[in-house]
């Protein structure tokens, strides 16, 4: 499927912001069922790890990237750079299962799926386990998923996903349950009911498509609302509900239900954010976000595909006192400038 991939062979992808410490010195032991390990890594110079030993092996891979406060504007650029026929992609708070590393070339060697859904246990510090949830982005031939760069974005495929045996997992430790990436989905999420359609269509099937575009068209015909206007909060929150439930039906309602309260908190919240500056700060955001949607998404709007990209904004990071999604959004703003976007306070 791919040219210049090695066949049956696994790349551990892991993108790292000042947390490279937790997992770099587990690198020897993967190695030993890994073909090599790529680190995306935004760690300004001062920060980065002692573990330079582990780092001279030739098997392990680190790419300097800018930080932008949330990982998936680079996960096409740490995507392309593997070499391995399969890629396995952790974060660095996460550990993989014994049993899902000593089997995994056995899993991908059957040739049974493009890619597969791995169960992930989320877990407090405490060892309280307050999530558990198949995700079916993280084992996967390359090539076989795409992205667009947006706030936890579902990968773009057309391969199904095999689950597989609860034995392989994942899991997560955190110090607590956070919502990140707030300030800059501002900028990026916002949309018409045109672009909504858009999404469900690309993201989430064509029943889910049909059945929230059904409920939200006769809300906006009701209102008589022209479709190229920012949804309204009260849209935004009937989508949040709509989604929150056709999950927790699809997944035995009132069984599940509690697997998806992190998301559904976090949209909620997200949403009543867009709704928390003045209205012509709004509109910029909203111009700004049809930019970003209109060119394909995050990734392509601000061509992170490219090597040089990557490279002048790493630059650009270590130069600059702004973290995460300033830095980001300030990316963004001097990009939809370009293009005659300006700002706040000029933008009718």
Same mark, same amino acid.
């Given at each position: 499927?791919?040219? &210049?991939?090695l066949h049956?062979t ?8 000042d ?8 690198? &020897? ?12 890594? =935004?760690? *300004?110079?001062?920060n980065?790890? +002692? ?7 030739e ?7 800018? %930080? ?46 493009n890619?597969?859904?791995?169960? *992930?246990?989320?877990k407090?510090?405490d060892?309280?386990?307050?999530n +558990? ?5 993280r ?9 667009? &760069? ?6 773009l495929?057309?391969?199904k %996903? +095999?689950?597989?045996?609860?034995k392989?997992?994942i ?10 990436? /707030? ?5 990026v999420? *916002?949309? =018409? ?6 999404s469900?269509?690309e993201?989430?099937?064509?029943f889910?498509e ?12 009701? @209102?008589?609302k ?8 009260f ?19 009132f ?9 559904? @908190?976090? /949209?909620w ?9 003045? +209205?012509?700060?709004?509109e ?5 976000s049809?930019l970003? @949607? ?8 601000l061509q992170?595909?490219?090597d ?16 995460g ?6 990316i ?14 000029s933008?009718?």
């Amino acid at each position: 499927m791919n040219s &210049g991939v090695l066949h049956n062979t696994v790349s551990l992808l892991i993108f790292t912001k000042d947390d490279l410490w937790k997992i770099c010195n587990s690198f &020897g032991y993967y190695l030993n069922y890994v073909d090599e390990i790529v680190v995306v890594d =935004s760690t *300004r110079p001062e920060n980065e790890p +002692k573990c330079f030993e582990i780092m001279k092996n030739e098997k392990i891979k680190v790419y300097k990237a800018p %930080a932008f406060g949330f990982v998936e504007p680079l996960r096409v650029f740490g995507i392309g750079k593997c070499q391995s026929d399969f890629i396995l992609n952790i974060d660095a708070d996460e550990l993989i299962s014994e049993d899902l590393l000593q089997d995994l070339k056995k899993i991908i060697s059957n040739n049974s799926a493009n890619r597969y859904s791995i169960l *992930r246990i989320n877990k407090y510090e405490d060892g309280t386990v307050f999530n +558990k949830e198949y995700i079916s982005n993280r084992l996967f031939r390359k090539g076989t998923l795409s992205y667009k &760069g947006y706030i936890h974005e579902p990968p773009l495929t057309s391969f199904k %996903a +095999k689950k597989l045996d609860k034995k392989y997992y994942i899991t997560n430790v955190r110090k607590e349950m956070n919502f990140y990436a /707030l300030k800059a989905s501002m900028f990026v999420d *916002r949309m =018409s009911f045109p672009d909504l359609v858009e999404s469900l269509k690309e993201y989430y099937g064509t029943f889910v498509e049909l059945f929230i575009s059904f409920i939200l068209s006769i809300e906006i015909k009701l @209102r008589k609302k022209e479709e190229n206007k920012e949804l309204s909060k009260f849209e935004y929150h009937l989508f949040t509900i709509i989604l929150f439930f056709l999950a927790t039906i699809k997944n035995v309602i009132f069984i599940r239900t509690k697997n998806y309260d992190y998301f559904y @908190r976090y /949209l909620w919240k997200k949403y009543d954010n867009f709704f928390s500056v003045d +209205k012509v700060t709004a509109e910029y955001q909203y111009k700004i976000s049809r930019l970003v @949607r209109g060119s394909g998404g995050v990734i392509n709007f601000l061509q992170l595909d490219k090597d040089e990209t990557i490279l002048e904004l790493y630059n650009r990071f270590l130069q600059s006192n702004q973290e995460g999604e300033d830095f980001f959004i300030k990316i963004l703003k001097e990009r939809a400038a370009l293009l005659g976007i300006r700002g706040e306070h000029s933008a009718n």
